[in-house]
């Protein structure tokens, strides 16, 4: 069974810094990793994706603030959020798409941003 947990989410200033954590469990050979988040009344939108062969991906809106890296060994996947901004408040979820097609979510971790 294959399991996605998400660590590292919470309450920090405008101006500050999270580091998110995934963690994959399961049978699963990872082909993207991908972070999403989802504010309350809008669409989940990708923030970052990184591939096996460490190519990254961007939104235009946490371009230069975020970085997204991954460790294959440890089947982990983070997400350095710097110069965090209210708007960046969401429930971030991380996501894997397997060499096979099939993608897997985790269950969220809450980011919130005070101004």
């Known amino acids: 069974q294959v399991q996605l947990v998400e660590s590292g989410g919470g309450l920090v200033q405008a101006g500050g810094s999270l580091r998110l954590s995934c963690v994959a469990s399961?049978?699963?050979?990872?082909?993207?990793w991908s972070w999403y988040r989802q504010a309350p009344g809008k669409q989940r939108e990708l923030v970052a994706e990184?591939?096996?062969?460490?190519?990254?991906n961007y939104a235009d809106s946490v371009k230069g603030r975020f970085t997204i890296s991954r460790d294959s060994a440890k089947r982990t996947v983070n997400l350095q959020a710097n110069s965090l901004k209210p708007e960046d408040t969401a429930v971030y979820y991380c996501?894997?798409?397997?060499?096979?097609?099939?993608?897997?979510w985790g269950q969220g971790t809450q980011v919130t941003v005070s101004s």
């Open positions: 996501k894997v798409l397997t060499i096979w097609g099939s993608s897997y």
């Open positions: 399961g049978s699963i050979r990872i082909n993207t």
């Open positions: 990184i591939t096996n062969g460490g190519t990254t």
